[in-house]
Every structure is written in C-alpha cells, then in structure tokens.
C-alpha cells in the first residue's frame, strides 16, 4: 500500500487526458478533423509519458525519493496504452478501417515503419513488465528494457517526420530526450547532485 496515492494520482492524471481529448471531438471543439488531431495527441501523449518514465531514475538519484522509481513502470504501461491507442485511432480516423490502404501509406510515408519498429518495442516491455517475467529473464530483463532508448530515438525521429514543416516543437522535444540520454551515461550520473545532501 505503499505510496498508494501517488500511483492512484499518476493513474488519474495519465487516464484523464484520452476521455477529455475524445470528449472535445464529440462537441466539435477540435476543428474539422477531429480524428487526426486525437491521432497526433495520443501520439505526442506516448512521446511526453515516455520522457516521464525515463526521468524518474535521475529524479530519484537527484532527490532520494524512491516513490519516483514506485510508479516508473506504471508510467511505462500507461506509455504503451497510450501508443495502442495513437494506433487505433489511426486505423480508424486516418484508414478507415481500410487495409488495402495500409500498403499504400507505408510506400508514401515511411515514419509510419518507424511507428511501428517503436510499437513493437514498447510491445516486448510491456508484456515482461511483470515480475515473472524479470525473475524468468535475469539480466537479459535489464537489457530488454533498454529499448526504451530505442524508442525514444524512433519517437523523436517518427515525430520529426510528422512535424518537419515546423521544427520549433519538435526541438524542444529531442533537446529533452538528448539531455535524458545523457543523464543515462555513468560519467554524467556518478555526478548527479543529492538535493539536501551536505
């Protein structure tokens, strides 16, 4: 029952926003193409609770706190929700539910592949999230989970591909990702401060 309100409060916060998006399409608030708009905001949304779940590890090394690390693989299943849902709305608003269409896009828009390599990875850590699956893996468990970098790098460049008309956005984003990857390097997290330490 440990810092139970904190993972209740990550599950609200994380679990609002999908309802809400879908709730403004419903009233017309999301302009005239309400579809794509909720495709690129669960999509952005996976990037974002991504970033989330990456920073907790330097969180918890800056502060001490180990209720950062408690909801980190929360975090992380609520970052694959999020991407099933970005592909589902996609099938349904962009495709129509049309899969002779599928072949089509992938030939005129190839960061749909790197959607998917991204996909497929969040897959594989989403289904050995659970304990046994890290008891049944040992060390290859930490390895596996190291996609999360992976997925950032196709994230980012996926997103790029989306945006590339305009690249203010997109920048604040990969400087973020640039900084949490090299947070991960030991040289740069042996060096991460304590706050309160004296």
């Known amino acids: ?55 907790m590890t330097p969180l918890q090394k800056l502060t001490g706190w180990p209720g950062w690390i408690s909801v980190r693989r929360q975090l992380g299943l609520w970052c694959f929700a999020y991407v099933v849902m970005h592909l589902a709305a996609y099938l349904f608003f962009v495709l129509g539910l049309d899969w ?44 596996l989970h190291r996609l999360a970098y992976v997925v950032l790098g196709l994230g980012l460049l996926h997103f790029l591909w989306v945006v590339r008309a305009d690249l203010k956005e997109w920048a604040v984003y990969a400087v973020v990702g640039a900084l949490l990857m090299l947070l991960r390097f030991p040289a740069v997290a042996s060096h991460i401060p304590r706050l309160g330490r004296r």
């Not at 139970?4 to 403004?24: E, K, T």
């Not at 030939?107 to 050995?128: E, N, Q, S, W």
């Open 100 to 143: 002779g269409q599928l072949g089509v896009e992938l030939r005129k828009r190839p960061y749909i592949i790197v959607g998917a390599l991204g996909f497929v990875c969040l897959l594989l850590m989403a289904v050995t999230s659970n304990r046994f699956s890290q008891r049944r893996l040992g060390r290859r468990w930490k390895v």
């Open 1 to 55: 029952m440990r810092y139970l309100w904190w993972r209740l409060s990550v599950f609200l916060l994380a679990g609002v926003w999908p309802f809400w998006w879908v709730y403004q399409a419903w009233i017309f608030a999301l302009g005239p193409d309400p579809g794509k708009v909720l495709v690129d905001r669960l999509g952005l949304g996976t990037l974002v609770l991504l970033m989330v779940t990456l920073a």
